[in-house]
């Protein structure tokens, strides 16, 4: 028997209503104990999936008027008997209400730990409980596209199809064993490589879905780099939409990164406004530095800011450090303070660096000039495809590092054909790989594993 688990499910704070959540055998007992419709009907003997109203009470005092709906074992999200409360929004009602709960016998339900019941209870798998944290967080179209599919069982589908077939060869070559002295083949060795090659092809594409996914679940990585004061922060607030960064006419105020999403044409982008480069000797602003150049490296999109009122020679100097790291980025050299220079020098710079194959711009962040040209070239640069609702991507650095290791199971047990290898050393690889693909499910837990996974659950889900 499961304890009883209750949760504020709506977001912390005063809202119209706040929705509290029970889950656990004898939950519908527990709300008949505090809660009174205006007929005196019991819910213990009520229909479920259908919304009650009437009034919770704790001694003599009415604490609201609320609507309580109730789930029945196994209909409802986490397989067990399960009651939800709406009330009103008060922050007040909120904690008397939880209060009253837990004096009746419900604790507080830990991170996670309703969904971590659904999986326990199998309303689905692992990967598929995870894919619930994916679509609370999404922010667009193609986030929202994608943690649907994984909810929806389309990844777990995928990967037991795969583990299925690695099951039914690694059984005929575990039963060739049995009859070793027999000299028996009951698992064709040409099949299974042709099946070798087909699940490798699988599970690459799936790795290699991972930069697309990882992308759209958290944002495509833009670095905006340049000297001090050219304006990376005032380009930084102007994308945002707010004053993130401190804009000062002071060299080197920007010592850390500084990073935000925001979502343009249904593209998140994660804007990363780094520490100007220079010359120093202040120890926190050359950490800062170092900083910068390690945020090239992840970034795919890089925006350079070049001062407009600066000598050029001064930029080419800084191009030394600089240019190395732009190997397979989308660079953008934007001319800042266009607006203060003269066509001549326009015309000057726009004949810097002929060998960087870039994206060239005049603008100026502080009187958008061309701005809104910007962020229509940034979309365009992003070049994130259109999500269907069938598609699989990989989102979850987890699924990546287990998929990662199922290839070079997979690529063993290939090679292990190639060369002729013992049954028991080609078993052993392919039972490796569906270890992993099923590491991905939850087919393979442990108690860590799950804890990890769904401590980052917010409570209450």
């Known amino acids: 028997m499961s304890d009883i688990i209750c949760a504020i499910s709506t977001p912390p704070g005063m809202g119209a209503i706040s929705v509290i959540r029970l889950s656990g055998e004898g939950s519908i007992s527990l709300i008949d104990k505090v809660f009174a419709t205006p007929s005196g009907k019991k819910l213990t003997n009520a229909f479920a999936n259908r919304v009650y109203f009437g009034g919770i009470h704790a001694g003599e005092e009415l604490l609201d008027e609320v609507l309580v709906t109730i789930f029945r074992a196994p209909h409802s999200f986490t397989g067990e008997e399960s009651v939800e409360i709406s009330c ?16 009746e016998g419900a604790r507080l339900a830990n991170a ?22 994916d679509l609370i967080a999404s922010s667009s179209q193609a986030s929202h596209r994608v943690a649907m599919n994984q909810m929806r069982g389309g990844f777990a589908r995928k990967l037991a199809l795969l583990r299925d077939k690695l099951l039914q060869f690694v059984s005929l070559i575990e039963l060739e064993l049995d009859f070793s002295e027999e000299d028996v083949e009951f698992a064709n060795r040409d099949k299974l490589y042709e099946l070798t090659q087909e699940i490798e092809k699988e599970i690459q594409t799936l790795v290699d879905s ?20 050219a304006g990376k922060s005032t380009l930084l607030n102007l994308l945002l939409n707010e004053e993130k960064a401190i804009v000062s006419d002071i060299h080197g105020t920007t010592r850390d990164v500084i990073e935000d999403t925001v979502i343009m044409g249904d593209v998140t982008f994660r804007f990363i406004d780094t520490a100007g480069i220079r010359q120093t000797t202040d120890a926190i602003e050359t950490l800062g530095i170092e900083r910068t150049f390690r945020k090239i490296e992840q970034a795919s999109i890089v925006l350079w800011m070049i001062d407009m009122t600066t000598q050029r020679e001064q930029i080419e100097t800084l191009a030394a450090s600089i240019l190395p790291k732009f190997q397979d980025k989308k660079v953008f050299l934007l001319f800042n303070k266009a607006d203060l220079v003269s066509e001549e ?32 070239l940034l979309v365009e640069a992003a070049a994130v495809p259109s999500i269907r609702e069938e598609d699989v991507i990989v989102t979850n650095l987890r699924h990546y590092t287990s998929l990662s290791s199922a290839l070079t199971s997979i690529r063993r047990v290939k090679e292990g054909l190639e060369i002729g290898i013992t049954h028991d050393f080609l078993s052993q690889d392919i039972r490796e790989c569906m270890f992993y693909l099923g590491e991905i499910t939850g087919q393979i837990s442990t108690d860590e594993i799950l804890g990890n996974i769904f401590s980052k659950f917010c409570i209450g889900k």
């Open 112 to 133: 996670g730990e309703f969904t971590r019941r659904a999986f326990q209870n199998g309303k689905f798998d692992l990967s598929q409980a995870e894919a619930v944290a």
């Open 210 to 229: 991972f930069r697309l996914g990882n992308a759209i679940k958290s944002g495509i990585p833009v670095a905006i780099i340049g000297e001090t004061n």
């Open 345 to 376: 020098v326009r015309i000057d710079f726009d004949t810097i660096f002929p060998e960087l194959d870039s994206i060239r711009l005049f603008i100026s962040a502080k009187n958008h000039l061309n701005t809104d040209q910007l962020q229509e």
């Open 88 to 103: 009103h929004g008060s922050v007040y009602i909120q904690q008397r209400l939880m209060e009253l709960l837990l004096s």
